[in-house]
């Protein structure tokens, strides 16, 4: 126990608190007086400056060579690891169910329909391996903004950087990035992706890289159809989403047999290779082999695509009247 | 999230969470792999901090959690080996005479800080060594600004009666 003097004691932290420039002034003051009077009092308020100089020395103390420049490189190698891993996601309401939309350093990476649910357990990024989740706090607002003008009509392309990784294969890839160049208002059979692919005769494996596509909407795979017109599928069973899509961007489509499928006699065609678009009546196709068309939902489509009206047919003059 | 922003965070506090880190801690290892958490965190928070956060307190804050921790699974794992860490016990141990005398009293500070308690090393290195109100150093904590205060000035007692028990102190000079 201390065998200080009580007034000693009352003062100890004033006294601290003075000898470390932290006291107020009336604190200050009232040491001031007690150590004109306490020699053992001025005794540890001395010892106390000299701990405060001792301790700056401290701060001032140099770190071993190249420790700091070593740990920073060490840090930035791990946050390059992470940044690449790093996926910012939300879960948005819109006209089409909930939506999650995520992104990394490079771009929008998911753009995923979730059926079963609305919280990240519906959705397909917590079987990603190696892949790190953060909430969205607000980055994703103007993305969702742009998400929703779009299903309402008033935009027509979806412009955002693009992050294909989650896709499954390179040749996932390469027919994502073919579909993402499809033009708004067209359709084109999985066989013509195939095609532009180099694949030929792949039509069902590029079937099966957009059903996995991680980007729908963004990259349109509901603007791949059957050969025979028919939607076929979409993200699984959402085949009526498909038909919103297409119907969002003019596409005609019809239900026949139970199926749905677009009503091809109402689209302008594009034959592959030509820059031409012309009427599904068009007399030159009698002399071109068959090949798998792009269909227009109209002229203005077309021709927003860069394309002209065909010299033979004259869409122009003999618009499709629908 | 802007990855320019985040790489001026880091150059701008890096360096002292890392000298924190390593006064804290003790190895270099530990103090490195921290150190890399603490901003690898950083970074996965920093899009929902707010825009009038105080960073510099925030990385302390983090950096002072992650020590926390540390020191916890220390004690765990020396518990498990059944040892009790010396640098954890409440009282300040002088080393031995002949190890005083060959050092310097700066590195005779630095091993006392080494023995204090855990919450009385943080505060009083925020404080000391980096200069944190005790606001931010309370928050750190967990604690009031009060206790943060009464933590630093308990480690500056222990730091002066194990200064004064090697005779390191000046004497009041006769008048």
């Known amino acids: 126990m201390s065998n200080k003097p009580a007034v000693c004691v009352q003062i100890e932290d004033d006294l601290l608190a003075t000898a470390m420039g932290e006291a107020v002034p009336s604190a200050a003051r009232r040491v001031e007086r007690h150590l004109a009077t306490c020699g053992s009092c001025r005794r540890e308020f001395q010892e106390y400056h000299t701990v405060d100089s001792v301790v700056t020395t401290l701060r001032e103390e140099p770190l071993p060579s190249g420790s700091l420049a070593q740990a920073r490189e060490h840090l930035e190698a791990r946050l390059a690891d992470l940044r690449s891993r790093l996926l910012v996601y939300r879960i948005f309401p819109s006209p089409l169910g909930h939506i999650l939309i995520a992104r990394s350093e490079l771009g929008i990476s998911l753009v995923e329909y979730l059926e079963r649910g609305t919280s990240l357990r519906a959705s397909r990024l917590r079987h990603e391996p190696g892949v790190e989740l953060v909430e969205d706090r607000g980055e994703l607002e103007a993305v969702y903004q742009d998400l929703l003008e779009y299903l309402d009509g008033r935009r027509k392309r979806l412009e955002w950087p693009l992050d294909l990784r989650l896709a499954r294969s390179d040749f996932h890839r390469t027919v994502l990035q073919a579909t993402a160049a499809l033009p708004y208002g067209a359709v084109i059979p999985y066989a013509g992706i195939a095609q532009e692919v180099g694949k030929a005769s792949a039509s069902r494996a590029v079937a099966q890289a957009l059903r996995w596509n991680p980007l729908p909407i963004v990259i349109p795979c509901h603007r791949v159809i059957g050969t025979s017109g028919a939607l076929t599928g979409y993200a699984g069973r959402k085949v009526g989403l498909k038909q919103r899509l297409l119907s969002l961007e003019g596409v005609p489509t019809t239900k026949r047999a139970g199926v749905l499928g677009i009503t091809p006699q109402a689209m302008y065609i594009l034959y592959p290779g030509e820059r031409e678009y012309c009427l599904p009546t068009c007399p030159s196709f009698d002399t071109h082999p068959p090949a798998p068309l792009t269909r227009f939902a109209s002229r203005e489509h077309a021709e927003a695509a860069g394309l002209s009206p065909c010299t033979t047919c004259r869409p122009d003059l003999h618009p499709i009247s629908h | ?175």
């Not at chain 2, 765990?76 to 141990?93: K, L």
């Not at chain 2, 800080?113 to 967990?142: M, N, W």
Request: net charge positive; hydrophobic share 40%.
């Open chain 2, 1 to 175: 999230m802007s990855q320019r922003t985040f790489e001026a965070v880091m150059s701008a506090h890096h360096g002292e969470i890392y000298r924190y880190l390593r006064r804290v801690i003790g190895g270099s290892g530990d103090a490195d792999d921290l150190s890399q958490e603490t901003f690898l965190r950083a970074y996965r928070a920093y899009g929902s901090l707010p825009i009038d956060a105080n960073v510099r307190a925030w990385l302390f804050s983090i950096a002072t959690n992650l020590a926390k921790n540390h020191f916890r699974s220390e004690i765990r794992r020396s518990r498990a080996y059944g040892e009790v860490r010396a640098s954890m016990r409440e009282t300040v141990d002088p080393a031995p005479l002949a190890e005083v005398v060959s050092r310097e009293t700066g590195a005779l500070v630095d091993g006392i800080v080494r023995r204090l308690p855990l919450k009385q090393r943080l505060a009083f290195t925020q404080r000391k060594i980096h200069g944190l109100d005790y606001e931010a150093i309370g928050r750190s904590l967990g604690c009031s600004a009060e206790s943060a205060r009464a933590h630093v000035f308990q480690a500056l007692r222990k730091i002066r009666q194990g200064l004064d028990g090697h005779g390191l102190l000046p004497k009041e000079p006769q008048r």
